[in-house]
Protein backbone atom coordinates (compact mmCIF):
# COMPACT_ATOMS: atom_id res chain seq x y z
CA UNK A 1 0.00 0.00 0.00
CA UNK A 2 1.16 3.90 -0.70
CA UNK A 3 2.13 5.70 2.03
CA UNK A 4 -0.54 7.70 3.98
CA UNK A 5 -0.09 11.14 5.61
CA UNK A 6 -2.19 11.79 9.10
CA UNK A 7 -3.46 14.78 9.55
CA UNK A 8 -3.38 15.41 13.19
CA UNK A 9 -2.58 19.47 12.93
CA UNK A 10 -2.93 22.15 10.28
CA UNK A 11 0.97 21.77 10.24
CA UNK A 12 0.30 18.15 8.76
CA UNK A 13 -1.95 19.69 5.79
CA UNK A 14 -0.11 19.33 2.66
CA UNK A 15 1.04 23.24 1.51
CA UNK A 16 -0.72 23.03 -1.79
CA UNK A 17 -3.96 22.26 0.14
CA UNK A 18 -4.04 24.61 2.40
CA UNK A 19 -6.18 27.57 1.91
CA UNK A 20 -8.46 25.37 -0.10
CA UNK A 21 -11.65 23.69 0.27
CA UNK A 22 -9.97 20.27 0.37
CA UNK A 23 -7.47 21.70 3.67
CA UNK A 24 -10.91 22.99 5.25
CA UNK A 25 -12.42 19.59 4.44
CA UNK A 26 -9.51 18.20 6.50
CA UNK A 27 -9.86 20.67 9.35
CA UNK A 28 -13.57 20.17 9.89
CA UNK A 29 -13.11 15.86 9.84
CA UNK A 30 -9.87 15.55 11.69
CA UNK A 31 -9.29 18.73 13.73
CA UNK A 32 -12.51 19.62 14.48
CA UNK A 33 -12.67 23.25 13.20
CA UNK A 34 -15.92 24.84 14.42
CA UNK A 35 -18.13 24.73 10.82
CA UNK A 36 -18.68 27.28 9.19
CA UNK A 37 -22.00 28.43 7.19
CA UNK A 38 -22.01 28.36 3.67
CA UNK A 39 -24.49 29.43 0.53
CA UNK A 40 -22.67 27.30 -2.17
CA UNK A 41 -20.56 24.43 -2.43
CA UNK A 42 -17.12 24.74 -2.82
CA UNK A 43 -16.08 21.12 -3.58
CA UNK A 44 -16.78 18.30 -4.70
CA UNK A 45 -16.18 14.99 -3.14
CA UNK A 46 -16.06 11.77 -4.53
CA UNK A 47 -16.20 8.48 -2.23
CA UNK A 48 -16.96 5.20 -1.60
CA UNK A 49 -20.62 4.02 -1.69
CA UNK A 50 -19.47 2.06 1.39
CA UNK A 51 -22.13 2.64 4.69
CA UNK A 52 -18.53 3.03 7.29
CA UNK A 53 -17.70 6.48 6.63
CA UNK A 54 -19.45 9.76 7.15
CA UNK A 55 -17.59 12.85 6.71
CA UNK A 56 -18.10 15.76 9.10
CA UNK A 57 -18.39 18.84 7.44
CA UNK A 58 -20.74 21.78 7.11
CA UNK A 59 -23.87 21.89 5.47
CA UNK A 60 -23.54 23.43 1.97
CA UNK A 61 -20.41 23.18 1.74
CA UNK A 62 -19.57 20.35 -0.85
CA UNK A 63 -21.01 17.91 -3.92
CA UNK A 64 -20.77 14.04 -3.05
CA UNK A 65 -20.56 11.67 -5.43
CA UNK A 66 -20.69 8.34 -3.96
CA UNK A 67 -19.75 5.01 -5.75
CA UNK A 68 -17.89 1.73 -5.43
CA UNK A 69 -13.99 2.41 -4.96
CA UNK A 70 -14.54 6.36 -5.54
CA UNK A 71 -14.56 5.15 -9.42
CA UNK A 72 -15.88 8.43 -11.36
CA UNK A 73 -15.04 6.78 -14.61
CA UNK A 74 -18.79 6.56 -15.06
CA UNK A 75 -20.09 9.32 -13.10
CA UNK A 76 -18.18 11.69 -15.22
CA UNK A 77 -21.19 14.07 -16.58
CA UNK A 78 -21.88 14.58 -12.44
CA UNK A 79 -18.30 15.73 -12.48
CA UNK A 80 -18.67 17.84 -15.18
CA UNK A 81 -21.87 19.58 -13.92
CA UNK A 82 -20.56 20.15 -10.02
CA UNK A 83 -17.84 21.70 -12.12
CA UNK A 84 -19.59 23.76 -14.73
CA UNK A 85 -22.73 24.16 -13.43
CA UNK A 86 -21.52 24.06 -9.71
CA UNK A 87 -18.79 26.20 -10.08
CA UNK A 88 -16.47 23.97 -7.79
CA UNK A 89 -13.02 24.09 -8.48
CA UNK A 90 -11.72 21.39 -5.95
CA UNK A 91 -12.03 17.76 -6.33
CA UNK A 92 -11.01 15.41 -2.72
CA UNK A 93 -10.63 11.63 -4.00
CA UNK A 94 -11.74 9.54 -0.89
CA UNK A 95 -10.78 5.93 -1.13
CA UNK A 96 -11.15 3.43 2.39
CA UNK A 97 -9.04 0.44 3.73
CA UNK A 98 -10.96 -2.71 3.26
CA UNK A 99 -13.10 -1.22 -0.06
CA UNK A 100 -15.60 -3.81 -1.53
CA UNK A 101 -14.82 -3.23 -5.20
CA UNK A 102 -11.29 -4.87 -4.30
CA UNK A 103 -10.81 -8.49 -5.16
CA UNK A 104 -14.94 -8.01 -6.49
CA UNK A 105 -14.69 -11.82 -8.30
CA UNK A 106 -14.24 -13.22 -4.97
CA UNK A 107 -17.72 -12.30 -4.16
CA UNK A 108 -19.22 -13.18 -7.07
CA UNK A 109 -21.57 -16.37 -5.49
CA UNK A 110 -22.41 -14.07 -2.88
CA UNK A 111 -23.31 -11.45 -5.00
CA UNK A 112 -25.37 -13.54 -7.29
CA UNK A 113 -26.98 -15.50 -4.15
CA UNK A 114 -28.08 -12.32 -2.68
CA UNK A 115 -29.58 -10.77 -6.36
CA UNK A 116 -31.70 -14.18 -6.78
CA UNK A 117 -32.89 -14.18 -3.32
CA UNK A 118 -33.37 -10.99 -2.13
CA UNK A 119 -34.47 -9.35 -5.38
CA UNK A 120 -35.74 -12.24 -6.83
CA UNK A 121 -33.83 -12.35 -9.75
CA UNK A 122 -33.24 -15.81 -11.56
CA UNK A 123 -29.69 -17.24 -11.66
CA UNK A 124 -28.80 -16.81 -14.76
CA UNK A 125 -29.21 -13.17 -15.21
CA UNK A 126 -27.89 -12.27 -11.70
CA UNK A 127 -24.57 -14.28 -13.13
CA UNK A 128 -24.41 -11.97 -16.28
CA UNK A 129 -25.26 -8.87 -14.54
CA UNK A 130 -22.08 -9.71 -12.55
CA UNK A 131 -19.88 -10.77 -15.56
CA UNK A 132 -20.85 -7.75 -17.60
CA UNK A 133 -20.08 -4.59 -14.42
CA UNK A 134 -17.45 -6.26 -12.44
CA UNK A 135 -14.80 -5.91 -14.28
CA UNK A 136 -15.84 -2.11 -14.76
CA UNK A 137 -15.89 -1.68 -11.14
CA UNK A 138 -13.09 -3.84 -9.96
CA UNK A 139 -10.35 -2.27 -8.48
CA UNK A 140 -6.82 -3.66 -7.92
CA UNK A 141 -5.79 -1.96 -4.65
CA UNK A 142 -7.44 0.83 -2.87
CA UNK A 143 -5.01 3.38 -3.19
CA UNK A 144 -3.29 2.77 -6.44
CA UNK A 145 -6.74 3.39 -7.51
CA UNK A 146 -7.21 6.71 -6.36
CA UNK A 147 -3.47 7.69 -7.34
CA UNK A 148 -4.19 6.49 -10.94
CA UNK A 149 -8.19 8.08 -10.56
CA UNK A 150 -6.72 11.31 -9.36
CA UNK A 151 -4.11 11.27 -12.17
CA UNK A 152 -6.74 10.79 -14.78
CA UNK A 153 -9.20 13.21 -13.65
CA UNK A 154 -6.08 15.75 -13.66
CA UNK A 155 -6.21 14.80 -17.10
CA UNK A 156 -9.49 15.42 -17.91
CA UNK A 157 -9.89 18.50 -15.91
CA UNK A 158 -6.54 20.37 -16.00
CA UNK A 159 -8.11 23.59 -14.48
CA UNK A 160 -9.16 21.90 -11.28
CA UNK A 161 -7.38 20.69 -8.37
CA UNK A 162 -7.41 16.94 -6.92
CA UNK A 163 -6.55 15.88 -3.90
CA UNK A 164 -6.13 11.86 -3.48
CA UNK A 165 -7.34 11.10 -0.06
CA UNK A 166 -7.68 8.00 2.03
CA UNK A 167 -10.31 7.01 4.90
CA UNK A 168 -9.39 4.66 7.61
CA UNK A 169 -12.40 2.47 8.96
CA UNK A 170 -10.74 2.04 12.33
CA UNK A 171 -10.08 5.56 12.99
CA UNK A 172 -12.37 7.42 10.97
CA UNK A 173 -9.77 9.89 10.10
CA UNK A 174 -9.06 10.97 6.55
CA UNK A 175 -5.48 11.17 5.04
CA UNK A 176 -3.29 12.15 2.13
CA UNK A 177 -1.95 9.22 -0.04
CA UNK A 178 1.25 10.16 -0.31
CA UNK A 179 2.24 10.88 -4.34
CA UNK A 180 5.34 9.59 -5.57
ZN1 LIG B 1 -15.40 0.87 -0.77
Same mark, same amino acid.
Given at each position: MNKLIAVNSIDDILPEYRQTPIGLLLEYHNLDRPLDT? !? +?? +??? %? $??????????????NFAFIIRSGG??????EF?????IGVGQVSFIALIGHNNCGMVNLISRKNEFIDGL???? $??DRERAEEHFMHFAPMF?? $???? !?????????????Y? $????A????? %?? !?NKLYFIEES
Open positions: F !D +KA +KLL %V $GMCMDNRKHLHMPDANLRYSKVSYAVLKA $GWEI $GNET !DFILSETKRLRLRP $GIMIPLFYL %VE !D
